[in-house]
Nanobody
């Protein structure tokens, strides 16, 4: 079974930077993608950034200019580096991954981590 540890989050001033971390741990065969989503009150959950097992990254719209999703050493640990934070960035941020638990599994299971709150002060 796979779990996602998501420390980080917190309060930062507008224009500042914040880094979130997501680590997948447990017993599994492989992970094909790790991603960050966010959800602000009253809004739908939206993709922020993702990275696949072949290191292909994808970003939502203009966030690519300010956010990056690097790995943090370990293969199944990713960061979300957020720079130049704006008043529209506060939200609950969630880590998400696609996991193949056993090598014979045909499907990847979607696993969500607990959300971590990001608040931006003006």
């Amino acid at each position: 079974q796979v779990q996602l540890a998501v420390p980080g989050g917190g309060l930062v001033q507008a224009g500042g930077s914040l880094k979130l971390s997501c680590a997948a741990f447990g017993t599994f065969h492989q992970i094909n993608i790790m991603a960050w989503y966010r959800q602000a009150p009253g809004n739908q959950r939206e993709l922020v950034a993702s990275i696949t097992s072949d290191e292909t990254t994808n970003y939502s719209g203009s966030l690519k200019e300010r956010f990056t999703i690097p790995r943090d050493g370990a293969k199944y640990t990713v960061l979300l580096q957020m720079n130049s934070l704006k008043p529209e960035d506060p939200a609950m941020y969630y880590c998400n991954t696609g996991v193949q638990e056993y090598s014979y599994d045909l499907m990847y299971d979607t696993i969500w981590g607990q959300g971590t709150q990001v608040t931006v002060s003006s």
